[in-house]
């Protein structure tokens, strides 16, 4: 099972972080990848972490704004989101890929196996 918080209200330029915490199986052996979709939009790719937190990949949309990191010892992975802006307003998801290397892309939904429920996070003055 995979849980996203962290989301909320905050205005243009500020900041959050989401959580995503994992129970029922054991960090270390998935990749975690960040998704969100808007209302009448696509799920858009986000951000991805590998196994062991060494190698990260992030929305071209994001770069340079998003920080993702993981904590396996606590089940844990981080968004860290800065520069917020009001087309990044979507519900955020996690979702994790079992596999040692994505199957279809890093940022393709496609390439994960369990998702949890998502997280508001609304950008707006």
């Known amino acids: 099972q995979l849980q996203a918080s962290g989301g909320g209200l905050v205005q243009p330029g500020g900041s959050l972080r989401l959580s995503c915490v994992v129970s029922g199986f054991t960090l270390d052996y998935y990749a975690i990848g960040w998704f969100r979709q808007a209302p009448g939009k696509e799920r858009e790719g986000v951000s991805r972490i590998s196994r062991g937190g060494d190698s990260t990949y992030y929305g071209d949309s994001v770069k340079g704004r998003f920080t993702m990191s993981r904590d396996n010892a606590k089940n844990t992975v981080y968004l860290e989101m800065n520069s917020l802006k009001p087309e990044d307003t979507a519900v955020y998801y996690c979702?994790?890929?079992?596999?040692?290397?994505?199957?279809?892309?890093?940022?393709?939904?496609?390439?994960?196996?369990?998702w949890g429920q998502g997280t508001q996070v609304t950008v707006s003055s």
């Open positions: 979702a994790a890929d079992p596999s040692p290397r994505w199957r279809v892309g890093a940022l393709n939904p496609a390439s994960y196996d369990y």
